[in-house]
């Protein structure tokens, strides 16, 4: 199976612009969650869906949006960049079965905001 | 919210010196997880513990569940340098989201 693809990789962006992240979950997995990955915070939770629903939200403001298509694909949009988001954005899509909650991670979208 | 402490935060070795690093939360967990991060990466999935007091191995790797499900660890048994990265453990408490640690980040000196 393919694994999690997300797109772009690179972004460069501007103070008060806006980005859509967007993110392949594994064929078949209907869960995908998207974390913010800094060298100071770690991996924060940005938020999870899965079938289309926002089943958890992280504490981040609301200008970190997302969503989920019927085929599974989400994207996340950030509105009124500010410099600290600057980041790496990592997307994880599970299967959830049976107890079973790994998260298979992409490549991640390496976000420089200027 | 829930917390998941990790620590050591960093750990430099010898190549051929075990390696630990802990993971506590002061709730009860449902599962836990642990992950690896090569430099440049993004994390890998390692394992899943969900048992009271149960022990996983992956050939060097041995991974523990505290009794009371409040912590958890991962040994390295004689490192290479091929264990260099970050690893992450990562919990769940009922209907929370899955929380990461800090991460321990691992350099192994030839």
């Known amino acids: 199976k393919a694994g999690v693809t997300q797109t772009p990789r690179y972004l460069i962006k501007t103070r008060g612009q806006q980005v859509t992240l967007s993110c392949s979950p594994i064929?078949?997995?209907?869960?995908v969650s998207w974390y913010q990955q800094t060298p100071g915070q770690g991996l924060q939770f940005l938020f999870e869906?899965?079938?289309?629903?926002?089943?958890n939200k992280g504490n981040f403001p609301g200008r970190f949006s997302g969503r989920q298509f019927s085929n599974s694909r989400s994207e996340m949009n950030v509105s009124t960049l500010e410099l600290g988001d600057s980041a790496l954005y990592l997307c994880?899509?599970?299967?959830?079965?049976?107890?079973?909650?790994?998260?298979?991670f992409g490549p991640g979208t390496r976000l420089t905001v200027t | 919210g829930q917390q998941v402490m990790q620590i050591p935060q960093y750990q430099h070795v010898q190549e051929g010196e075990d390696f630990t690093t802990y993971c506590n939360s002061s709730t009860t967990l449902s599962n836990i997880q642990w992950y690896k991060q090569r430099p440049g990466g993004h994390p890998v999935f390692l394992i899943q513990l969900v048992k009271s007091g149960e022990v996983k191995k992956q050939k060097r790797l041995t991974f523990q569940f505290g009794e009371a499900k409040k912590n958890s660890s991962l040994h390295i048994t004689a490192t290479q340098t091929t264990d260099v990265g970050t690893y992450f453990c990562a919990a769940i408490s009922g209907n929370t989201p899955l929380v990461f640690g800090k991460g321990t980040r691992l350099s192994v000196i030839a």
């Open positions: 869906y899965f079938s289309e629903t926002q089943r």
């Open positions: 994880a899509s599970s299967f959830i079965q049976g107890g079973s909650y790994e998260q298979y």
């Open positions: 064929s078949g997995h209907r869960s």
